[in-house]
């Protein structure tokens, strides 16, 4: 990873826009909807680090390098982070390929090599990201601490939110129906309860592009990692950073751990596992075993 993605809350926020022309107005375009407040400058008082006291960030758009230098020179001893646009070296951020659904947004970037690359994934991708995404998102948010104190465990809320993004309540946040969505997730969380955990077995021989969909999304949501020795890196990177690692355990210990309702990947290089199947599916343990794509 050579630049590190990071989204900035703009609510309350000041975005300054230095220039005229066709690349300022891309800027402004690019922050239309958003709570934040625009300030344009021009002329000298772009070259003022007054000008820029206490922005969040700061985009220059002219063909004069002097003045684009001079500007964002102004703009970092406020120290406000600045873009300047199409020149790279002067940049302490590079802007990327945007998808705007409200609470949902998600982000192309190339570091500045190719932004044309970065427009044409922007486009592949936002097909795939329905409009009303946003609106699920702002119904989990408004609901996040009432699921934090009814769900206190991580494994247990993760478990009810996995359920509730593809139930009635998504859907109806969907749908445009907020209110009804509300109701229906604080039902949905009322009646939930422990739940059994489980045990997935993955072959993590690689390479990664071998996985099924299914398997693919079950690393996804694994709390525990269970590890053969020499799986494949790039299939450990598609489970969850903040998931627990650990090498091959006993069966008694597999056990353990779905009895806490946790979902445990088993991560699989050899043959043991098949007796440990058989020891899971004997304690009555809930075991799958998801085969790689032919």
Not at 31 to 41: D, E, K, N, W
Not at 43 to 70: C, H, R, V
Not at 204 to 209: L, V
Request: charged letters at 25%.
């Amino acid at each position: 990873m050579h630049a590190f993605p990071a989204f900035f809350p703009l609510a309350g926020k000041t975005v300054v826009i230095v220039g005229a022309g066709e690349p300022a107005e891309a800027k402004v375009r690019l922050f239309a909807g958003s709570p934040a407040v625009i300030l344009r400058l021009e002329g000298e008082a772009a070259l003022k680090p007054g000008s820029y006291e206490g922005a969040a960030l700061a985009f220059i758009a002219t063909e004069d390098d002097a003045f684009a230098q001079a500007a964002a020179g102004a703009a970092r001893a406020a120290h406000v982070p600045v873009n300047v646009v199409d020149r790279p070296a002067l940049c302490d951020f590079t802007t990327p390929a945007v998808i705007d659904r409200g609470e949902v947004v998600a982000a192309i970037g190339t570091g500045g090599a190719s932004p044309m690359l970065a427009t044409l994934l922007r486009h592949d991708i936002e097909a795939r990201v329905p409009e009303g995404a946003g609106k699920v998102a702002a119904l989990f948010a408004g609901l996040q601490d009432e699921v934090r104190k009814a769900l206190p465990e991580p494994h247990r809320r993760r478990a009810f939110l996995r359920a509730a993004l593809t139930g009635p309540a998504a859907e109806a946040a969907m749908a445009g129906e907020q209110g009804e969505a509300v109701r229906l997730l604080r039902e949905a969380l009322g009646r939930d309860g422990p739940t059994a955990g489980s045990v997935l077995f993955i072959d993590a021989r690689g390479p990664a592009d071998r996985l099924t969909l299914r398997a693919a999304r079950a690393l996804a949501s694994a709390d525990v990692l269970v590890c053969d020795e020499g799986a494949d890196a790039d299939i450990l990177a598609l489970a969850r950073r903040d998931a627990e690692r650990t090498g091959p355990q006993a069966p008694g210990r597999l056990a353990e751990l779905a009895a806490r309702g946790l979902r445990v990947a088993r991560l699989i290089t050899g043959t043991a596992w098949r007796t440990e199947v058989a020891a899971l599916a004997e304690a009555q343990v809930e075991v799958e075993v998801l085969p790689i794509a032919g």
